[in-house]
């Protein structure tokens, strides 16, 4: 990222227009920046959320990642029913989407379970939930720069087709996803494990699909059967395909005759690691992105059974990120939280999800079975910097740690616990960082949340 500067930062009110001075400003609409601005504006407080895309959703809807991962448990009983364990936000969302019929009931993932969701419903109960919470949206808006007072947030300047104007807020939330607010203020942040970060993939739908003759072959599992590996080797090896990845997932959707498909890998031509900040990595990923779907939708057409007159219906609007920056937080989620199920008197959400790593030629899978670990409410806040709290897959987290906490199900939960937190440092006048953790699980205790 030589090329370009990250930091912009104001020690001084630049001279723009001021549209609006607020209580809470939320920076980024997926499922994180949703959950906090429902959750600030249900509390009564003015809240605006800026999103530069036109609808919200994130790697959910944009990337089209299409599950709501992360809310069931996991166990080698095969024959056992979906337990699911993280509610709060995730649960109203999820039941938002059932009541519009935009989320399948539980689909089996090895050795849990996740739900698809329709990306366009999503978007619909994001516009609804935020509208009721009385949130002032703008889409086709970006953070550009930062006004600050020392380590203290103050205002953000705005970019879009209008121009530029500034914001001020008493209290901000990054749910960018990329910690874009930490970064223009030049406090520290990481990528990955020393720039090792997880492979970007497109995601892709298809159409026209003999749902019985395909599921009579594949199966429920909505991970690939060794059978199918075994084709796409055979069709590597004939040179006619272009297939990185072996282990693809594939996920029937609410509609009928449709599945979703998780298969592309997606590395530079070179073979270096695509780091999607940069945008000559992000258009990269982008153009073979592309062309990757094609090889994949060939694939399906020639050797899975109830494929043979699918179609692409639509990629991502950009290819699916699962890592960028993490911020340097007060706490980091360890890889050995993880793995041995920590539980926390601090923490804000449960996490049953394995690590599930897309680094290097094949992914890795590291199963927490029967059992959680709970992410630590301090995760959240960067180690300096006021007024500003961080919600999404940037919270400061290991690598491999990073790979189980990211998914969307805990996403909506940071978002909640994040919402809470800027409510109570407004009305206790207090620094995020002096919050007492017991109070903001309280009350997502209240809100539904299991903890």
Known sequence: MK????????????????LAEIDVLVIGGGAAGVAAAVTAGNMTKNTWLIE????????????????????????????????????????????????????????????????????????????????????NVLFHTAVTGVIMEGDTFKGVILESNAGQSIILAKQFID??????????????YYFGDEGRIQNPTMFFRIAGVDLDKYLSYYGDDTICPPKVTENILAANASGEYDLPRHKIWIFPTTRDGELMVNATRLAGQDGRILNVIDPVDFTEAEVFGRRQVRSYARFLNNFVPGCENAYVVDTGVEVGIRQTRSIVGVETLTNDDVVNCRKRQDGICRTPWPIELHSGDKPKLHWLLNDYYDVPFSTLIPAVGENIIVAGRCLSAEHEALASARVTAQCFEYGHAAGIAVVKAIDENSRIRDLDSQSIRAVMIENGSAL
């Not at 930091?7 to 001021?18: A, E, G, S, Y």
């Not at 960018?176 to 520290?188: E, K, P, V, Y």
């Open 3 to 18: 090329n370009w500067q990250t930091v912009n930062r104001f020690d001084q009110l630049p001279d723009l227009p001021i």
């Open 175 to 188: 749910a960018s996803g990329d910690a874009a607010g930490i970064a223009r203020a030049g406090f520290d």
């Open 52 to 135: 530069k895309y036109g609808f919200c959703g994130g790697a959910a809807v944009a990337g089209l990642s299409g599950t709501i991962c992360g809310m069931y448990m996991a166990s080698d009983d095969h024959g056992a029913a979906p337990e699911q364990v993280v509610f709060g936000f995730t649960e109203k969302f999820r039941q938002a989407l059932a009541d519009k019929g935009g989320v399948t009931g539980p689909q089996r993932y090895g050795k849990t379970y996740t739900v698809t969701h329709d990306p366009l419903v999503w978007r619909e109960v994001a516009d609804d939930l935020l509208e009721e919470a009385g949130v």
